[in-house]
């Protein structure tokens, strides 16, 4: 709640800007912390752009107010900024925030933005022209959808239903970003690393032969296990600066959503170096998942083909404590809120050589899911 610190970031350096700043503030900073559990005592919160060329800013957000839950213990944490006159209203409060009622219910209807439903389909097909012709492995493309909220509308109850239907998944709101990502980035821990890699996708059955089916299939489908090995390729090269004893399992196994399957692999190793979780996100950013591979072909491809800037979509979103340790998603199954009430969700898929445009067109519908039930 509140903000006692705003950061903000943009170009090819933002996440080791951010990084670098975050080390300043947190060496700056008298922290009492009686809790001593991750994510207890001084706290930023981020969401960084997804392209080094993107429009939107990225931000380091240390709230006034955190209220905190973790293993069964709660906590909360007051945080105010000395040296500012333009903060010197934040004194701490005795008590803590009062909660309030929800605002009335509403419904919003989100409709193609930028990218058609023909045109997506259509840039589907150019993108496998070009890994057909060697230019590229794999490339990530998306489409969006927009609406606009209604006036005084509480973005609580949108949070609420995504947390609620993905329990899963990270619900996070952050500086307008919304969204319930399956997909863990990284989560740096006294020393660990872990993360969960995603890519490959089928819906879910109608009952439980076909979506038992579905898992199988999808888990010996070769198109998908490509899809899927680039991914894991990326983070590992990625992470291997950083870190040693990577294991990851053997073969990626089927999770299980409640709009989809994804082929799923766990990544964990053991930090070799004082890297922060900004110094890994900086490092990992994008993986294979969300841009393609090799990876400044495909985020030329992207330019190429997407009529849209992505903003924040695809971007790492995440905390990060004062010792560095923290949790960051890959900010999918999301939307941008803006200010104004401008609402833009986003959604994308990987193409490879055996994709099929309309098969994806489905696949980015079935990823709308958690936004288009949380807003209607
Ligand atoms: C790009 C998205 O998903 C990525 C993560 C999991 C599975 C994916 C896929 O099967 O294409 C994507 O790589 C998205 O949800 O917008």
């Keep these: 709640m509140g903000e006692a610190l705003r950061l903000e970031f943009s170009g090819p350096t ?4 951010a990084a670098l700043l975050w080390r300043e503030v947190a060496a700056a900073a ?11 005592g001084l706290v930023a919160f981020g969401t960084f752009a997804f392209a080094d060329s993107s429009e939107k800013s990225s931000v380091l957000i240390v709230p006034r107010t ?3 839950r973790r293993d069964g213990q709660s906590w909360m944490t007051e945080i105010t900024v000395s040296d500012t006159d333009a903060l010197s209203d934040a004194a701490p409060t005795a008590s803590a925030p009062r909660s309030t009622p929800f605002g009335p219910e509403y419904r919003l209807s989100l409709t193609p933005g930028a990218e058609s439903a023909d045109g997506f389909k259509a840039h589907v097909a150019e993108a496998v022209d070009h890994i057909v012709a060697g230019d590229v492995d794999k490339v990530v493309l998306a489409r969006d959808l927009h609406g606009h909220l209604p006036a005084g509308a509480d973005l609580r109850r949108v949070l609420a239903d995504l947390a609620l239907g993905y329990p899963n998944c990270w619900t996070y709101s952050v500086d307008g970003l919304i969204g319930s990502s399956p997909e863990t980035l990284v989560t740096v821990s006294h020393g660990s690393v872990t993360a969960r890699v995603l890519a490959g996708t089928a819906s879910r059955g109608i009952d439980a032969a076909s979506d038992t089916r579905a898992a199988t299939d999808l888990v010996s489908s070769t198109k998908d296990q490509e899809e899927h090995r680039f991914a894991v390729q990326s983070v590992l090269e990625s992470l291997r600066t950083h870190t040693a004893q990577v294991v990851t399992s053997e073969m990626p196994f089927a999770l299980k959503l409640p709009n989809l399957w994804h082929l799923a692999t766990d990544v964990e190793g053991t930090l070799t170096d004082a890297a922060t979780s900004l110094d890994l996100i900086d490092a990992m950013h994008p993986t294979a998942a969300v841009a393609g591979a090799p990876t400044a072909k495909a985020t030329a491809l992207i330019d190429e083909l997407e009529p849209f800037d992505r903003g924040r979509f695809a971007g790492p979103v995440g905390w990060v404590g004062a010792d560095g340790d923290g949790e960051w998603a890959i900010a999918l199954r999301s939307a941008q809120v803006e200010p104004n009430g401008d609402v833009t969700a986003y959604a994308g898929c990987g193409i490879v050589a055996d994709s099929d445009p309309a098969k994806e067109l489905a696949e980015t519908t079935m990823k709308f899911r958690p936004i288009l039930d949380a807003f209607g």
Excluded: A, F, Y
């Design 30 to 40: 008298d922290v009492v912390d009686e809790v001593r559990m991750p994510g207890s």
């Design 66 to 68: 955190i209220i905190g």
């Design 14 to 17: 933002r996440m080791s800007d």
